[in-house]
């Protein structure tokens, strides 16, 4: 009785304890790491929306607008002292709105051009390291960044950017534009009004780190181990962590959308907002859905070897299939040797080993994903094919020998 207890309360710990891995995973080489965060927010330079935001941004930072109406007005006056008509004056001063308006333009344009540049990219890398420190003084405390983070909003200086647009203005024949003093805008890359509340929790994980996933394991291996009935705690154990993680990925879909339903003033483009989060949420999604793939399989492949029925009738016809394969080949003159014998007496004993050996592999595949499941279960019922039909080589092999030899022909 207390050894079930046991076993129950290690799995069900096992079940949440593994979104919290993720979660923690994620944390440490992600969100604390410098060179991953920048490598997880690189591509965002070369967004749609964010290029957009990025536009408006440096457009409205350069502010470098003409007073339309004034400088109609001085062109109208100028031209009616030469002997302009006074109706011909009165619509040059009619002009002022148009002329902002071609500024405005040309503003945009220099800006869109610098953005979708190859110099924005390494603008955005630059200033996405230099606001990391801030990104983690706000969940950890430690560190500072040149870039801070006020009421839970984190923001980039794009003052490089700004410069090389003021830069292009002049050139292109816009000397107003020299006048503008240096900025110092600010790029907002991501807000939550918890942010500061999430500083112990982040810190926590931080230590935990990368033992937690290793800790989950010898628990949920305790657990099945404990069990009376090994093989069904196992597929519970996979199901129920498969499920702790679906709840987890519910979660962050609605966790998202309140996010963006509720950015505050400061965050002007909720396209860019929406993929600035999905890129920092991208490895963690992925780790979720591997998770629940692989619990599924699991628990599958458990069901495929037990003593249901169709189980059975699955693993007999696999068999049967393999004996006609088998007794073509010896039909064929085509005989599996030594290997079939030697399949036929260690199969069990390679399975495991093969089952073993792609664990390992899974277990030490750097941030494994859906496609790197599917891959090892396709490895492993390929070996498991090749293993059958060898297997069946060596029976058709035994049955053979232990045949008596027809009698010469004569003899009765």
Same mark, same amino acid.
């Given at each position: 009785?207390?050894?079930?207890?046991?076993?129950?309360?290690?799995?069900?710990?096992?079940? =949440?304890? @593994?979104?919290?891995?993720?979660?923690?995973?994620?944390?440490?080489?992600?969100?604390?790491?410098? !060179?991953?965060?920048?490598?997880?927010?690189?591509?965002?330079?070369?967004?749609?929306?964010?290029?957009?935001?990025?536009?408006?941004?440096?457009?409205?930072?350069?502010?470098?607008?003409?007073?339309?109406?004034?400088?109609? !007005?001085?062109?109208?006056?100028?031209?009616?002292? /030469?002997?302009?008509?006074?109706?011909? &004056?009165?619509?040059?001063?009619?002009?002022?709105? /148009?002329?902002?308006?071609?500024?405005?333009?040309?503003?945009?344009?220099?800006?869109?051009?610098?953005?979708?540049?190859?110099?924005?990219?390494?603008?955005?890398?630059?200033?996405? *390291? $230099?606001?990391?420190?801030?990104?983690?003084?706000?969940?950890?405390?430690?560190?500072?960044? $040149?870039?801070? =983070?006020?009421?839970?909003?984190?923001?980039?200086? +794009?003052?490089?950017?700004?410069? *090389?647009?003021?830069?292009?203005?002049?050139?292109?024949?816009?000397?107003?534009?020299?006048?503008?003093?240096?900025?110092?805008?600010?790029?907002?890359?991501?807000?939550?009004? /918890?942010?500061?509340?999430?500083?112990?929790?982040?810190?926590?994980?931080?230590?935990?780190?990368?033992?937690?996933?290793?800790?989950?394991?010898?628990?949920?291996?305790?657990? @099945?181990?404990?069990?009376?009935?090994?093989?069904? &705690?196992?597929?519970?154990?996979?199901?129920?962590?498969?499920?702790?993680?679906?709840?987890?990925?519910?979660?962050?879909?609605?966790?998202?959308?309140?996010?963006?339903?509720?950015?505050?003033?400061?965050?002007?483009?909720?396209?860019?907002?929406?993929?600035?989060?999905?890129?920092?949420?991208?490895?963690?999604?992925?780790?979720?859905?591997?998770? +629940?793939?692989?619990?599924?399989?699991? &628990?599958?492949?458990?069901?495929? +070897?037990?003593?249901?029925?169709?189980?059975?009738?699955?693993?007999?016809?696999?068999?049967?299939?393999?004996?006609?394969?088998? *007794?073509?080949?010896?039909?064929?003159?085509?005989?599996?040797? *030594?290997?079939?014998?030697?399949?036929?007496?260690?199969?069990?004993?390679?399975? +495991?080993?093969?089952?073993?050996?792609?664990?390992?592999?899974?277990?030490?595949?750097?941030?494994?994903? =859906?496609?790197?499941?599917?891959?090892?279960?396709?490895?492993?019922?390929?070996?498991?094919?090749?293993?059958?039909?060898? $297997?069946?080589?060596?029976?058709? /092999?035994?049955?053979?020998?232990?045949?008596?030899?027809? $009698?010469?022909?004569?003899?009765?």
């Amino acid at each position: 009785m207390a050894r079930n207890t046991a076993s129950a309360v290690l799995i069900v710990l096992t079940c =949440v304890l @593994v979104p919290v891995a993720l979660l923690a995973t994620w944390v440490h080489d992600i969100v604390l790491d410098t !060179d991953r965060y920048v490598a997880t927010v690189a591509p965002l330079s070369g967004d749609p929306a964010v290029q957009d935001a990025a536009v408006h941004r440096i457009t409205e930072a350069v502010g470098a607008r003409v007073d339309g109406p004034k400088a109609a !007005d001085e062109m109208a006056s100028w031209l009616q002292s /030469q002997g302009l008509p006074p109706l011909a &004056a009165d619509a040059v001063r009619r002009l002022g709105p /148009q002329i902002d308006a071609a500024v405005d333009q040309a503003v945009t344009k220099v800006a869109t051009r610098v953005v979708t540049s190859d110099a924005f990219t390494t603008v955005w890398r630059d200033a996405n *390291r $230099a606001a990391h420190n801030a990104v983690v003084h706000a969940l950890t405390g430690q560190g500072r960044g $040149a870039v801070q =983070v006020t009421d839970g909003t984190v923001t980039l200086d +794009i003052g490089t950017a700004v410069e *090389r647009v003021k830069k292009e203005l002049v050139d292109a024949g816009l000397k107003p534009a020299a006048n503008i003093p240096q900025v110092n805008k600010q790029f907002v890359l991501f807000h939550s009004d /918890q942010l500061a509340k999430y500083r112990k929790a982040a810190h926590l994980l931080d230590i935990v780190g990368n033992w937690l996933p290793v800790l989950v394991a010898v628990l949920g291996t305790a657990g @099945v181990l404990l069990a009376h009935r090994r093989r069904r &705690a196992l597929a519970r154990t996979a199901l129920g962590a498969a499920f702790a993680c679906l709840v987890v990925a519910v979660a962050l879909i609605v966790a998202r959308g309140y996010y963006l339903d509720h950015l505050p003033a400061q965050v002007q483009s909720k396209s860019a907002a929406a993929a600035v989060f999905d890129a920092l949420v991208r490895f963690l999604r992925v780790s979720l859905r591997t998770a +629940i793939v692989l619990g599924v399989v699991i &628990a599958l492949g458990v069901y495929l +070897i037990g003593p249901g029925r169709l189980p059975v009738a699955l693993r007999g016809a696999s068999d049967r299939t393999a004996d006609s394969a088998a *007794r073509w080949a010896a039909g064929h003159h085509v005989s599996a040797g *030594r290997a079939g014998a030697w399949a036929l007496a260690y199969r069990r004993a390679v399975t +495991i080993a093969v089952l073993l050996v792609i664990a390992l592999v899974f277990a030490l595949w750097n941030h494994p994903t =859906v496609l790197t499941v599917l891959l090892l279960v396709l490895v492993l019922l390929a070996v498991l094919a090749v293993l059958a039909l060898l $297997a069946a080589g060596g029976r058709v /092999q035994l049955k053979t020998a232990r045949k008596p030899p027809d $009698a010469p022909p004569g003899q009765s």
